[in-house]
């Protein structure tokens, strides 16, 4: 008898590998694949006051009339999302209206993977990049009489994702021109949104310039090297990668904001004492790479505002919002230091998180950790998703075989 709760290709050979994750996520976060519709998370007047004031009401009459009008030409439809998923904007021939309507595919509804299960809007908001879904790769059964091919629109400014452009239509849309049009068109709207900035830009008087303008972002995790990112709050920016021992001196002066001396510096970088010397050689490359203005000394500081990927994380599980801290972290701090207190710091990242995920209830979140390379044999995570899933899951199997494998591993009766 066919799993009720999965694709019925969900064990068939050759399932692109982030569209089985995406089964995954959409079984973990509770998605029925016989559920019809997708939920409707904005109401009627809330759509309305929402997508007016939202960036991308200022580019849809040129997205409409770039990709609308051939979606209506080839009996498709064209739908842009906000960056929750939500479809603002879904356009379309009466009669394709008509049939998506019955799969929930209707301004106002969320197609977040995580509530309507796999599609390739809630797949292009996820992986921050072009996607296409082709009919049984859909989660739901409602929907793979359709296919689709979506990617994310961009802001301008801070290039964070404004929300999501899609045609979806039979199985003969998602070809390579269709998604080589989707992607045109976003860029399109990228473009007019920056231009419509640059006018706005020059029609203000320019801010004199301020001392205090510098801006500086980290970003070390899972990576070896760390990048850094300089605004100078004039325009300026510049990016360095970072080697793996200025990467360590960076972190470790971001996560103490009164700065550090020689010898505190050296405890934390050095796994055996050093000499002095040695410090200050490294300083004074560093300083050299970044400029008298950045990098401070007596103490050693970084003289600007601070941001870091992992200053994110820590935020969100601040604001307890675990699903955004998960989404943000990218994998362990400067994994391969060994640096006491890299190390310390790493620790406290993960761990922090860690906890956080095993006390959320959710499965998907957890079911997340232990498909991390730090989590997959987190026993207590799969013992507590294992709790959550109850034995109608489709994703138990898969839970009771990683215990299995690690009760075998580490020995237990």
């Known amino acids: 008898m066919p799993d009720q709760h999965m694709p019925a290709d969900a064990e068939s050979a050759g399932v692109r590998a982030h569209v089985a994750d995406s089964w995954l996520r959409s079984a973990a976060a509770g998605v ?45 439809v064209m739908a842009v999302s906000d960056a929750a998923g939500q479809l603002l904007w879904v356009c379309g021939t009466p009669s394709v209206l008509r049939r998506a ?97 640059l006018v706005r830009s020059r029609s203000k008087p320019a801010p004199p310039p301020s001392a ?73 490359r560093l300083r050299g790479l970044l400029g008298e203005d950045l990098l401070a000394s007596r103490p050693y500081r ?19 919002d675990v699903a955004s801290a998960m989404r943000a972290y990218r994998g362990p701090l400067l994994p391969r230091s060994s640096a006491p207190g890299v190390v310390r710091l790493r620790e406290s990242v993960e761990g922090t998180l860690r906890r956080a995920v095993l006390t959320s209830g959710r499965a998907d979140l957890m079911s997340a950790w232990t498909r991390s390379a730090s989590g997959s044999d987190d026993y207590d995570m799969w013992q507590a998703q294992a709790r959550l899933l109850g034995p109608g899951s489709p994703l138990m199997p898969l839970v009771q075989n990683q215990l299995q494998r690690l009760d075998l591993e580490l020995g237990a009766p």
């Open 32 to 76: 029925q694949v016989d559920a019809v519709d997708a939920p409707i998370t904005l109401p009627p007047d809330a759509l309305r006051d929402h997508r007016e004031a939202h960036p991308l009401a200022r580019v849809f009459p040129l997205l409409d009339d770039v990709l609308g009008q051939a979606a209506r030409d080839c009996d498709a």
């Open 101 to 197: 309507e019955a799969i929930g595919f209707v301004e106002g509804s969320n197609w977040d993977e995580r509530l309507a299960g796999t599609n390739a809007p809630g797949m292009a908001l996820r992986l921050d990049r072009s996607v296409n879904v082709v009919g049984a790769e859909h989660f739901r059964r409602s929907v793979q009489r359709w296919s689709c091919a979506a990617t994310t629109i961009h802001d301008p400014t801070d290039h964070s994702v404004l929300g999501v452009l899609d045609i979806t239509g039979g199985d003969d849309i998602v070809v390579p021109q269709t998604t080589a049009m989707v992607r045109a068109a976003a860029r399109m709207a990228e473009s007019e949104l920056a231009r419509e900035l």
């Open 212 to 284: 205090g303008g510098l801006s500086v972002l980290i970003e070390a995790l899972g990576r070896t090297d760390a990048l850094l990112t300089v605004d100078d709050g004039r325009g300026h920016r510049r990016t360095i990668r970072l080697s793996p021992r200025h990467s360590e001196i960076l972190l470790l002066l971001a996560s103490a904001a009164r700065g550090l001396s020689g010898d505190e510096l050296a405890v934390l970088l050095y796994e055996e004492d050093s000499s002095a010397s040695t410090l200050r050689v490294e300083m004074g």
């Open 302 to 320: 970084l003289v600007a505002e601070l941001a870091g990927d992992w200053l994110g994380v820590e935020a969100h599980l601040a604001a307890g």
